[in-house]
């Protein structure tokens, strides 16, 4: 567990349909570490529309990829999630929708997502002494000069842009797309998503490791 370079703590769904989906969809199964067949698409190169996404697998994220801070174990950082999914409850949201952010395609939650936002918050800051300070290189990827102040502001005290009120969960099933390839895949997407949860719970953490080549894997996932 002490191989991965990064660590990230995600929702990932139950074994079931819905994760199968998301699984086939990005052509990247993290629970198993391993690709996946991608269905076929008329028109589409879905390999190419999922290659940004498929190396995180399909998830939602709650704390972003971090470095350990030195002289931290993973072993340490396990207990820790654990000791926090302890406290935590489950949370219960009335679905996921199809919703475009930016130039990308997610599932969001619908209804209220005070507690959801509180749970994601906690996480952050409560395993945060685990994260090791951000160098410049990593910085320098979050494009900071694309952000606002207030983004800018969070992503030097806590490591990423969007948490706290920056957060939205989302889980991603594109990269960026044109307008055009938006609509087409939005048309292909909507009748595959009959999977989707309703109501959709949120039960548990999962902790990940990314590897060396930047490939998402799922170590423990933790029951609220």
Known sequence: MDDYRRYALYYTP???EFADFGTSWLGWDAARGMPV???VLPGLDLAALTAEPRKYGFHATLKAP??????????ELADAVAALAAQLQPLTLDGLELTRIGAFLALTPTGDTGALNALAARVVEELD???????EAERARRNPDRLTPRQRTLLDLWGYPYVF???????TLTGALDADTLDAVTAQLAPRLAVVPRPFTLDALSLMGEDASGRVHLIRRMAL
């Open 37 to 39: 067949a991608q269905p």
């Open 66 to 75: 971090f470095r350990l801070v030195e002289g931290a174990r993973a072993d």
């Open 165 to 171: 009120e920056e957060f939205r969960f989302h889980m």
């Open 129 to 135: 002494p685990f994260r090791a300070p951000m160098n």
């Open 14 to 16: 139950p074994q079931g």
